[in-house]
């Protein structure tokens, strides 16, 4: 899309260590829900520690705070992984695994090729906590066009 690809950071609180009773049942979908998101149309990168995902990775002071990072062709192909695959399955049961955070995850361009680190994720976060959805910073109940696109229409009737 114009040179343009969109990167996505969510994160969660857990109410639990990742490797303790609360969190087995995410902890063991991991890898399922990794391979699905690599396997799918639209997907380009994603962020990884050791262990094949990145719940090794702290990129938040909270060490009960684990960060997902990754980048898509387009909005659309995020918003069918998330939305209208089996990843749903899982994210349906985030009170089950993870706090309520008010924003826990934010969108945003990046020009093809490029893979953000986790400290971008962190200032994307705190611009949309600050600001509202923004063309820095978005959600998909309010997206914004890639630069240089058209315009783009909001998620909202597949958002939870």
Same mark, same amino acid.
């Given at each position: ?44 990168? +994603? #962020? %990884?520690? &050791?262990?094949?995902? !990145?719940?090794?990775?702290? /990129? ?61 994720? +962190? #200032? %994307?976060? &705190?611009?949309?906590? !600050?600001?509202?959805?923004? /063309? ?25």
């Amino acid at each position: 899309m114009n040179g343009w690809h969109l990167a996505e950071i969510n994160i969660g609180r857990m109410l639990g260590p990742i490797d303790g009773p609360v969190m087995a049942d995410f902890a063991a979908n991991l890898d399922q829900v990794n391979a699905l998101a690599e396997s799918h149309p639209g997907f380009v990168w +994603r #962020l %990884k520690g &050791e262990g094949n995902n !990145a719940t090794d990775l702290q /990129a938040f002071d909270d060490p009960m705070v684990v960060t997902n990072m990754s980048v898509w062709q387009d909005l659309d192909s995020l918003a069918a992984f998330a939305y209208r695959s089996d990843h749903r399955l899982i994210m349906r049961r985030r009170k089950e695994f993870f706090a309520p955070m008010e924003v826990y995850m934010a969108l945003w361009w990046v020009p093809a090729g490029h893979e953000p680190t986790p400290q971008e994720g +962190r #200032l %994307k976060l &705190e611009r949309l906590a !600050a600001h509202g959805p923004t /063309a820095d910073a978005f959600t998909f109940r309010q997206p914004f066009p890639a630069p240089g696109a058209g315009t783009i229409k909001p998620v909202l009737e597949i958002c939870e």
